[in-house]
């Protein structure tokens, strides 16, 4: 399917797919090292070599324009040096034709070098700084292009071959600190150095048994959400005014057309089929092009959520009649004119033509559920979302071809069809709030907190119901003169709703929206340094990991490490359905010491302290990003909601759990960790 396109949108599939890869897994094939090599006073050669594992392969600077995204490398530019010509590379090159690009490719496996020569400017002592960028990919699937930070120290009255000092003592810290660093965050950095099979291993085994030990069975309820999500999508689409007038005319075209009743419904049904075969593809396109580790960072991305955050005003804006959203004309003459040739193929393009008029009014309920799928981090979720969707969508035009005097049954088109747009615009304003919050969250901007979010909501859903009264008019709406029962019914729930919300300004825990709110700890009235700040259920948590471990030796308690995320809704969950039970949170509140460590936040860390993680080779420059490469280089995995319970000597009492919405199963694995850690004290 991706050699249907053009070459440029080629290299972007080949920089993000990640096809064949679990969700969980860590891919990092590629190992760096920096060293100088000074001739002179006045020339020196910055060398930057890579170790690539095999089977995979990194591409040469040198690639022509349409293929994959070639290895570039930035200096910057200060008085100090200038660069001699671009900068060498060498290794074991293979240049090899590649069909999908159709061009030779030139890349290097098992070992590239790249040398810069600089002229050497100034008699002091100074460094220069260099950004890599490169893409690694082997036979089934390339990583994410990934961007490597040097430093190199060149000191004019040295000479011969140094290795970069400031490097060395950064790769001697897992995660990236010094080990000299006497604060709790370099501490806890550093303790992840242990590796991930290390790690893995020690969790598997050496768990003592007798403590009801056992698997917790995953739930797949997040990827069936999306499916639903998606038929209730399709339905909605359905009854928009681009879509809805358009199954009595295309039934009636396809039983008038095709002569005979069985041949209609073979037509009508050859036209939802091509429905479905549109849609998915969509779906399946965004599934291949972006994998789990890209839907994973979008979700935390400042760029994405804003980004979301606007196209959803856009799409409301559209909704209460501003615009129109509609797909270029040429494009949907050229399909229209298509759809007359008659056959499979005439039929697939009159489904193709209903897909680019209808765009107005499905273009935003689509937009809604690719970024609802691929915000919720699962690479699954964009193709069961628009399967969804399709199938909703379709099922109408199949289902009155074989029943075509089920048409009569069907409400006529009219003013209610407006009415369902503005409600929808209502509903895309209300959800573009959460993607602001998700950035106002990560970066503490407190813009957002949780009582002026709910108001915001508590105004728009009350406004949806005054409007579906009556009591409020667009330019575009037609009067009605009575109120119809299903606006009745449909503003009694739009009202309940907002009066439902009301009780969350004081703290009311509101788990019908969880998730999608602000937490109930992000509020005007907590208090700032406390333990109780940023810790769901009002428990005491630490966000440090040493200082967690250290308070859990003095009170002779286990620690339950809670790799959590601001803008991960699944977290969200678990805290307000599940650490709500009156077990669990016992538990917490009087048996556990609480770690919470955010791996989306943007807090930055001091210069003297950002450094580069030995595991990822990735510039650690948030403690967000050290929280993250500490559950990735220990445990494997970049997924959270991620819960390890550890006794205080840091070794496991139970294997680490993820989202578990079970809250027995979730109750018993607490169990089991506090009964494997009495059975060590007694010991």
């Given at each position: 399917?991706?050699?249907?396109f ?41 060398i ?44 074991k ?54 961007t ?20 060395s ?40 048994p007798?403590?009801?030990e ?152 689509i937009?809604t ?45 009219g ?67 009575h ?54 259920q ?24 809670d ?33 919470s460590l ?65 809250i027995?199963?979730?109750?018993k ?15």
């Amino acid at each position: 399917m991706i050699t249907l396109f053009r070459k440029p949108l080629l290299a972007f599939f080949a920089a993000l797919v990640l096809v064949n890869t679990g969700y969980a897994q860590i891919q990092n094939p590629v190992k760096w090292t920096s060293s100088v090599e000074q001739k002179s006073s006045t020339e020196a050669t910055l060398i930057m070599s890579a170790t690539i594992e095999k089977d995979w392969h990194v591409y040469s600077q040198f690639i022509d324009d349409g293929g994959p995204i070639p290895t570039s490398i930035k200096f910057e530019k200060t008085k100090n040096y200038a660069l001699e010509g671009k900068a060498a590379e060498a290794g074991k090159m293979i240049t090899e034709f590649d069909k999908s690009f159709e061009m030779n490719l030139k890349f290097f496996t098992d070992r590239v070098t790249f040398r810069q020569a600089i002229k050497i400017k100034n008699e002091k002592k100074f460094t220069v700084k260099a950004s890599l960028d490169f893409m690694v990919c082997n036979s089934e699937m390339c990583l994410p292009p990934d961007t490597k930070d040097f430093e190199f120290v060149i000191n004019p009255d040295a000479s011969g071959s140094i290795e970069n000092e400031k490097e060395s003592k950064e790769n001697k810290s897992a995660a990236g600190i010094t080990a000299t660093d006497s604060t709790a965050l370099a501490a806890a950095a550093d303790s992840a150095s242990n590796t991930a099979d290390t790690a893995k291993a020690a969790l598997v085994d050496g768990l003592e048994p007798g403590c009801g030990e056992g698997e917790v069975a995953k739930s797949d309820l997040s990827l069936l959400g999306i499916f639903l999500g998606g038929i209730l999508g399709g339905l909605l689409a359905l009854i928009t005014p681009c879509v809805f007038p358009m199954i009595p005319l295309t039934v009636s075209f396809f039983t008038k057309r095709s002569g005979t009743k069985r041949k209609g419904i073979i037509n009508a049904l050859i036209y939802a089929a091509s429905i479905l075969i549109i849609y998915v593809t969509l779906g399946l396109l965004i599934t291949v092009t972006l994998g789990s580790d890209a839907l994973n960072e979008m979700a935390s991305s400042v760029f994405f959520n804003l980004l979301f955050f606007g196209i959803f005003l856009v799409f409301s804006l559209s909704f209460f009649g501003a615009f129109e959203l509609t797909m270029p004309s040429a494009l949907i003459n050229k399909a229209d004119s298509a759809s007359e040739r008659g056959g499979l193929l005439g039929i697939f393009f009159m489904a193709f033509t209903l897909s680019l008029v209808s765009f107005s009014c499905t273009g935003p309920i689509i937009g809604t559920l690719l970024v609802e799928a691929a915000h919720g981090g699962n690479f699954q979720g964009p193709l069961l979302g628009m399967t969804g969707f399709a199938l909703a969508l379709a099922f109408p035009f199949a289902l009155f071809a074989a029943f075509p005097g089920w048409l009569n049954s069907l409400p006529k088109s009219g003013g209610w069809l407006n009415s369902v747009k503005v409600c929808l615009g209502f509903v895309e304003l209300a959800l573009s709030l959460k993607f602001f919050s998700n950035v106002d969250l990560a970066y503490h901007w407190g813009f957002l907190k949780r009582e002026l979010f709910i108001s915001i909501w508590v105004v728009i859903f009350a406004l949806m119901g005054i409007y579906l009264l009556g009591k409020i008019r667009f330019s575009h709406d037609s009067e009605s003169k009575h109120v119809s029962t299903p606006r009745l019914i449909f503003a009694l729930l739009s009202l309940t709703f907002s009066i439902y919300l009301i009780p969350g300004l004081w703290g009311a825990p509101l788990k019908l929206v969880s998730g999608i709110i602000p937490p109930g700890f992000y509020k005007e009235w907590s208090t700032p340094g406390s333990k109780n700040e940023h810790c769901p259920q009002d428990l005491a948590c630490f966000h440090d990991y040493d200082e967690g471990m250290a308070y859990a030796k003095l009170q002779g308690k286990p620690v339950m490490v809670d790799f959590t995320g601001w803008s991960c809704v699944n977290c969200r969950k678990m805290e307000d359905n599940v650490w709500s039970d009156t077990k669990v949170l016992q538990h917490l509140k009087e048996d556990y010491v609480l770690i919470s460590l955010y791996v989306d936040d943007k807090t930055e860390l001091p210069v003297e302290k950002q450094s580069v993680s030995t595991f990822s080779g990735k510039k650690l420059k948030t403690t967000g990003n050290v929280w993250s490469d500490m559950q990735a280089a220990r445990y494997g995995v970049n997924s959270q909601p991620y819960y390890v319970l550890l006794d205080t000597d840091e070794k496991p009492l139970a294997k680490p759990r993820g989202y578990t919405p079970d809250i027995d199963a979730y109750n018993k694995y607490l169990e089991e960790g506090l009964c494997r850690y009495k059975k060590r004290k007694k010991q």
